[in-house]
């Protein structure tokens, strides 16, 4: 696996791919989720480059940056184990060296949701992505259905800078209870990761009440917030009805499929997941 630091070296390496090339962007701690994408880049195109970044744009709590985990060694022995054909690992300065000041907002889709309670975020997510893309030079660019908004953002970004990639959205891995793969997990103490699950419980029971006929918002809202509630070490921060691909909140009785999305504190770690409520399972 060839290790690139410099924005310089991955170019140098990716000219002597001539196939199409599958990209993964990550921030590392990798687990079974990011397995997941790079297994379906590898099913795909010859050569697959992860990018390794914790991107301090998309971060508006300092203490969130400085807390989220790290482990460059075991990362590196994962990607191997994948097969993974090279490795970016910027430093931020090679990113962001002194005097950058280019940021991409993707105006709509970044509003609500995750973007209403982490302003600037997908600020950060959009201009590392574009910059990644444009290093990279992937066909295919591949995300976890989890992160749906970003999904939708960096979609909505692509179309509106006719940037040369397909954006690839991969289902959510889970644990065997439920709980959504994150690298945030790690934080939770044995008494939050138990109490946990009830997050995609929730999701789930409200699915099953979609596929059941139910098609009030209000009702399959109002079902999923209690079974949170009755989570005392869970702390709900959002639950919302939207539209799959605009993201505008849906009300009243819902005329087609809808995405069920979450933030959630359980103790001290932010907790999202999300789920869509169609009538067949489908995924974005
Ligand atoms: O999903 C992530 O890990 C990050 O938001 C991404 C896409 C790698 C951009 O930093």
Redesign the pocket.
């Known amino acids: 696996m060839k290790i690139c630091r410099t924005i310089a070296e991955v170019r140098a390496f990716r000219q002597t791919l001539v196939q199409g090339v599958g990209c993964v962007?990550?921030?590392?701690y990798l687990h079974a989720g990011h397995a997941a994408l790079v297994q379906a880049s590898q099913a795909a195109h010859p050569a697959t480059i992860v990018?390794l970044?914790?991107?301090p744009a998309?971060f508006n709590a300092a203490e969130d940056l400085a807390n989220y985990p790290r482990d460059e060694a075991g990362d590196l022995a994962k990607l191997v184990s994948w097969g993974v054909t090279a490795v970016f690992i910027p430093t931020v300065a090679e990113i962001y060296p002194t005097g950058y000041q280019t940021y991409i907002d993707v105006e709509e889709v970044s509003q609500g949701l995750e973007g209403q309670y982490r302003p600037g975020h997908f600020r950060?997510?959009a201009t590392?992505?574009a910059k990644?893309l444009n290093i990279i030079q992937p066909s295919h660019a591949y995300?976890?259905q989890k992160?749906a908004q970003?999904v939708a953002v960096?979609r909505q970004m692509v179309q509106d800078l006719a940037l040369p990639v397909e954006i690839m959205a991969c289902p959510t891995v889970r644990e065997s209870d439920g709980l959504a793969l994150s690298?945030r997990n790690a934080r939770l103490s044995p008494a939050e990761r138990r109490a946990a699950p009830v997050l995609y419980r929730a999701l789930r029971q409200t699915q099953d009440a979609y596929q059941a006929g139910e098609r009030l918002a209000e009702t399959l809202v109002e079902q999923a917030r209690a079974i949170i509630h009755a989570e005392p070490l869970v702390r709900l921060e959002y639950l919302s009805l939207n539209d799959p691909q605009t993201l505008k909140p849906l009300a009243g009785t819902l005329a087609g499929s809808a995405l069920l999305s979450l933030a959630a504190y359980c103790g001290p770690v932010r907790l999202i997941d999300n789920l869509l409520l169609a009538k067949h399972s489908e995924h974005l």
């Open positions: 962007p990550t921030m590392g990018t970044f914790v991107n998309q950060g997510v590392v992505v990644l995300f976890g992160d970003q960096v690298s």
